[in-house]
């Protein structure tokens, strides 16, 4: 690697530290006061009805306008194409983790299953950008693998006021999953080595927060062959698990980021034994240009086909 990236990698890790810092935006709405009416209501009246009936969103353009707002490149009409519908999980916010299977081609009954997630951190918002695209390409071509795929985890982190990392409870859902040792390793891992960095809380007890939660049934239920757990801003690939790491995908080339008590990588990876690539796209807010983001999708799909075992799906090879 050309000490020019390593360097840019080394300050992209520092200066993110450096951003760490930031208010916690307001949340409790003041109570305004309604002006009594000067008949008395009879004490046999209904409640009064609240001035502003908490009304959550119900449809796919309820959804795709607060989100596209905040993702760069995506349209509205490229969010209502998507199909995505709810999982059945809420985020705290009670905004719905929204989901969307779709399946290999004829050709390919016994395909792998491929669990692909967008936007765990909030204030990552390509990484949600770029699994809308993928999934534009997915409708229009034919499949080998069977996908189920997740472009927000997190949508309380970016819809938050200014988008943040974390969830709405402030916590880090990629240090929430439980590891072994998770109640020992994470806390104290969080106050040493982070110092207590708030963007890196990982919670009191794993599998705490809906969205993770959400992640963690997925994977018993659906039994995913590889996840790709897609990032920004770290312009890297990283992977945990028992296969053979990719080597790049478009530009960008493998380089370990590190292992964590409580992240998806270290608990899918190393202990459920299902592989995870984490892509750390460059930027959070700027998308690479379209070329890459095929080429991105292009060099995984091939990956994916030389180096995910699926022993038990592949009877009708040769
Ligand atoms: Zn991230």
Redesign the pocket.
């Known amino acids: 690697m050309p000490v020019s990236f390593i360097r840019s990698k080394f300050c992209a890790s520092r200066c993110k530290k450096l951003g760490a810092l930031f208010a916690v935006a307001g949340l409790l709405a003041m109570p305004s006061a309604n002006s009594l009416s000067a008949t008395p209501a009879p004490s046999t009246a209904p409640p009064p009805v609240p001035a502003k009936p908490n009304v959550k969103p119900k449809t796919i353009s309820d959804w795709c306008t607060p989100l596209v707002a905040r993702l760069p490149k995506v349209s509205l009409a490229d969010c209502k194409n998507s199909k995505l519908s709810p999982t059945g999980a809420n985020s705290l916010n009670g905004f719905p983790v929204l989901f969307r299977d779709i399946k290999a081609d004829a050709k390919h009954p016994q395909a792998i299953r491929v669990l692909l997630l967008g936007g ?2 909030g204030d ?1 918002q390509t ?1 949600s950008s770029v699994v809308f695209k993928w999934m534009d390409t997915m409708q229009k071509n034919p499949l080998e693998f069977n996908w189920r795929i997740a472009p927000v985890v997190n949508p309380d982190g970016l819809l938050a006021p200014k988008p943040r ?1 974390m969830n709405a409870r402030g916590i880090d859902l ?1 240090r929430n999953f439980p590891t072994p040792n998770w109640q020992k390793e994470a806390p104290s891992y969080w106050a040493r080595v982070t110092r207590s960095d708030p963007r890196r809380y990982p919670g009191k007890a794993p599998i705490s927060e809906p969205e993770s939660r959400w992640v963690y049934e997925t994977i018993e239920k659906y039994k995913p062959d590889v996840i790709i757990s897609v ?2 801003p770290f312009g890297v690939l990283d992977f945990d698990g028992p296969a053979t790491p990719p080597n790049r995908f478009g530009r960008l080339i493998y380089n370990r980021v590190g292992v964590y008590p409580g992240s998806l990588g270290n608990y899918s990876g190393l202990h459920k034994d299902i592989p995870v690539v984490t892509i ?1 796209l460059p930027n959070a807010t700027q998308m690479p240009p379209d070329a890459e983001v095929q080429r991105i999708w292009q060099d995984m799909q091939t990956w994916i086909r030389q180096n995910v075992a699926a022993p038990l799906k592949t009877a009708h090879n040769p």
């Open positions: 765990i951190h990552e990484a990392r990629n990032h920004a750390e």
